[in-house]
Antibody
Framework: QLQLQESGPGLLKPSETLSLTCSVSGGSISSSNYYWGWIRQPPGKGLEWIGTIYYSGSSYYNPSLKSRVIISVETSKNQFSLKLSSVTAADTAVYYC????????????????????WGQGTLVTVSS | DIQMTQSPSTLSASLGDRVTITCRASQSISSWLAWYQQKPGKAPELLIYKASSLESGVPSRFSGSGSGTEFTLTISSLQPDDFATYYCQQYNSYSSMYTFGQGTKLEIK
């Protein structure tokens, strides 16, 4: 059974860089059928997509966060990672990693679609 | 950017009720829409993809419909396990954005 597990510091100070890793077990991150994504959820609020990566390294980012986000993949370790720089209190959230299932769009291009497996999430708090 | 708007934000219903949640897209997304269920303290779970396809293992009382800009999630007969928050998500590849609706909280009346 596929499992995703987020890991990383739970408390950061403003201006620091958030670094999280998602370890994938029970499946290969190098599968051509899937992308891998990060989503966050501030306490008591809704879901916000952060970004997505393919095993080849192709990536997509939320324009509102793009200037501060880097997502990378390490196929040898079956992991992918998130870095978010210059954090503020507004970045306090539960951060989820998820498998982003691909699909063929109307142009025949294989694109990220829905999120079919999620990690349990990790709370990251930004506070001085 | 494609905006997703769900209604209502909160819905009160009783066991056995049939309920419908609506999700509207700010522009056409064809059928590239998913629905998720989230319970407190848990990660979301995929219910429906491609607007109307039921994810494996999801009870058949859940169904989805719609295309273009208007979509619905229907629960045919509410069970105790269904009281949760529901989110829609669009995945139109032309936008390269994967936007969620703001959520609908389904409460016990």
């Amino acid at each position: 059974q596929l499992q995703l597990q987020e890991s990383g510091p739970g408390l950061l100070k403003p201006s620091e860089t958030l670094s999280l890793t998602c370890s994938v077990s029970g499946g290969s991150i190098s599968s051509s059928n899937y992308y891998w994504g990060w989503i966050r959820q501030p306490p008591g609020k809704g879901l916000e997509w952060i970004g997505t990566i393919y095993y080849s390294g192709s990536s997509y980012y939320n324009p509102s966060l793009k200037s501060r986000v880097i997502i990378s993949v390490e196929t040898s370790k079956n992991q992918f990672s998130l870095k978010l720089s210059s954090v503020t209190a507004a970045d306090t959230a539960v951060y989820y990693c998820a498998r982003h299932r691909g699909y063929y769009d109307s142009s025949g291009y294989y694109s990220p679609g829905n999120f079919d497996f999620w990690g349990q999430g990790t709370l990251v708090t930004v506070s001085s | 950017d494609i905006q997703m708007t769900q209604s209502p934000s909160t819905l009160s219903a009783s066991l056995g009720d049939r309920v419908t949640i609506t999700c509207r897209a700010s522009q056409s997304i064809s059928s590239w829409l998913a629905w998720y269920q989230q319970k407190p303290g848990k990660a979301p779970e995929l219910l429906i993809y491609k607007a109307s396809s039921l994810e494996s293992g999801v009870p058949s009382r859940f169904s989805g419909s719609g295309s273009g800009t208007e979509f619905t999630l229907t629960i045919s007969s509410l069970q105790p396990d269904d009281f949760a928050t529901y989110y829609c998500q669009q995945y139109n590849s032309y936008s390269s954005m994967y936007t969620f609706g703001q959520g609908t909280k389904l409460e016990i009346k």
